[in-house]
């Protein structure tokens, strides 16, 4: 079955420490990938998306991506983490075959940001 | 600007009440989606559609209707036969052409169920 995992439910990390969010999915066909940002009672905001080519994406904030095809992963990174940083972000995957493009999103990871 | 607006932001609703979520778009966007948010569960798909008159059911359709009558409007209708419709409701439409296109999201609509 398509799944889309994201193994951590909760991070806590210090402001100005890395961040790193794990996505991984099960699909055959090629993913397109994505990780988008949302702040408590808000919409979603796409981060950065993976379609082809370079595997490393860099995205909006300071955030990027690496797609990794032989673990089924796609891991959001942040060298430094700022206060404002601190959200729920979740990992979504599209694949070629669904027509109408049927997003499966993962459970979200909420990241706390400490002083 | 362009983008997604949803209203009303916050909704109450009697037990048995039917409501309607509100979704306009002036992005040109084809295809529009509903989605259902709870707490540690992700987002999930109530409808879609893709063009003007056609939507399909998602993986939780049961207790809600939608229509498509114009290509910016896509409302939701929360019916009494939702058993649990106390959610957070997104919005979205996509952008881009055929399956490189990202989901644009509203700033969603809570509805509480008193």
């Known amino acids: 079955a398509q799944s889309v995992t994201q193994p951590d439910i909760h991070i806590t990390v210090s402001e100005g420490a890395s961040l790193e969010l794990r996505c991984n999915y099960s699909y055959g066909a090629t993913p397109y990938l994505f990780w988008y940002v949302q702040s408590p009672g808000q919409g979603l905001q796409l981060l950065l998306k993976y379609f082809s080519g370079d595997t490393l994406v860099q995205g909006i904030k300071g955030f990027e991506a690496e797609f990794k095809r032989s673990q089924s992963s796609f891991n959001l990174r942040k060298p430094s983490v700022h206060w404002s940083d601190a959200a729920e972000y979740f990992c979504a995957v599209v694949t070629a075959t669904d027509s109408w493009g049927k997003f499966q999103f993962g459970a979200g990871t909420q990241v706390v940001v400490t002083p | 600007d362009g983008g997604i607006t949803q209203s009303p932001k916050y909704l109450f609703r009697k037990e048995g009440q039917n409501v309607t979520l509100s979704c306009e778009q002036n992005?040109?966007?084809?295809?529009m989606y509903w989605y259902r948010q709870d707490p540690g569960q992700g987002l999930r798909l109530i409808y879609y559609s893709q063009i003007v008159n056609d939507f399909q059911k998602g993986d939780i359709a049961e207790g809600y209707s939608v229509s498509r009558e114009k290509k910016e409007s896509f409302p939701l209708t929360v019916t009494s036969a939702q058993k649990n419709p106390t959610a957070f409701y997104l919005c979205a439409s996509r952008g881009g052409t055929g399956f490189t296109g990202e989901l644009f999201f509203g700033e969603g609509s809570r509805l509480t169920v008193l």
């Open positions: 992005l040109n966007h084809d295809a």
